[in-house]
């Protein structure tokens, strides 16, 4: 037998019970290995699978019979990896890029900037536009909520405001997340 018998009766680290650890008298047997489909002995399907040189896996141990399949384990196992590095490679990895504003940004650095998010956005990426405060500038508040807003409704068919301005310390914050187009 190739699969790793587990001494202790417990269930494989993946919580698939092979071979001999399957506690169940009768099992049901499904595959693409086996000639005919039904419900075995646990002795007759462990016959089976070593007669083929593969191993007996518990898929389902709620099921009445327990069902069952022969396969490679190892094989098995090596596929379930290589499927969950694939998933995790192909998992979307949010980038986050920052704008930072004065409370007084003058009109031609608020296009420049809004140029960039506008970039930003479009190659998908989050964009986090701050205010910062210096020293007693932080009167301006006001003014830094009217500009983060006028830059969100400046972005509007390019990204949506995530949250709406909100003051943290000496900065005031606002997240843009960008529009996904449908294809």
Known sequence: ?????????????????????????????????????????????????????????????????????????QKYLYQQKKKAKEMKANAAKVVIKEIRFGPNTDEHDFQFKLKHAQEFLQEGSKVKASVFFKGRSIIYSDQGEKLLLRFAVELEEFGRAEQMPKLEGKRMIMMIAPIVKKK
Request: proline share 4%.
């Open 1 to 73: 037998m190739q699969g790793r018998p587990n001494q202790n009766g417990k269930k494989d680290e993946d919580g698939l019970r092979i071979n001999e650890e399957i506690t169940a008298s009768q099992v049901r047997l499904v595959g693409d290995n086996i000639e005919e489909q039904g419900v075995y002995s646990i002795s007759q399907a462990i016959r089976l699978a070593d007669e083929l040189g593969l191993d007996l896996v518990e898929i389902s141990a709620k099921a009445d019979p327990p069902v069952c399949k022969i396969i490679d384990y």
